[in-house]
Nanobody, 125 residues
Framework: QLQLVESGGGLVEPGGSLRLSCAAS????????IAWFRQAPGKEREGVAC????????NYADFVKGRFTISRDNAKNTVYLQMNSLEPEDTGNYYC??????????????????WGSGTLVTVSL
């Protein structure tokens, strides 16, 4: 059974960068599309980015385009989210999830079956 574990979160100043990792165990990650989500305090969860199982297709929420990059290394069973030019509004718990396909960002979660427990990102002075 596939399990996902996120890492790489932490405290960073505005304008800084972080790279999140989503490591899989229990099954080969290359069968799955992988998405990143986030949930800020008091707000609903929202889709951030998604990458197809082969890595040939990606899509992003408008609010991260040009700043975040999703990538994968199937040989390492890991998906990454490189986050640059971070803003205080990017603060939240970041989750990765696995599913069959990448739908449009606003409907990403409906195609995801397996979720990690999250990693906290705090952007603050």
């Amino acid at each position: 059974q596939l399990q996902l574990v996120e890492s790489g979160g932490g405290l960073v100043e505005p304008g800084g960068s972080l790279r999140l990792s989503c490591a899989a165990s229990g099954d080969g990650l290359d069968y799955y599309a992988i998405a990143w989500f986030r949930q800020a305090p008091g707000k609903e969860r929202e889709g951030v980015a998604c990458i197809s199982n082969g890595g040939y297709s990606t899509n992003y929420a408008d609010f991260v385009k040009g700043r975040f990059t999703i990538s994968r290394d199937n040989a390492k069973n890991t998906v990454y989210l490189q986050m640059n030019s971070l803003e205080p509004e990017d603060t939240g718990n970041y989750y990765c999830a696995a599913g069959g396909i990448c739908l449009v960002v606003t409907a990403l979660d409906s195609a995801m079956d397996t979720w990690g427990s999250g990693t906290l990102v705090t952007v603050s002075l």
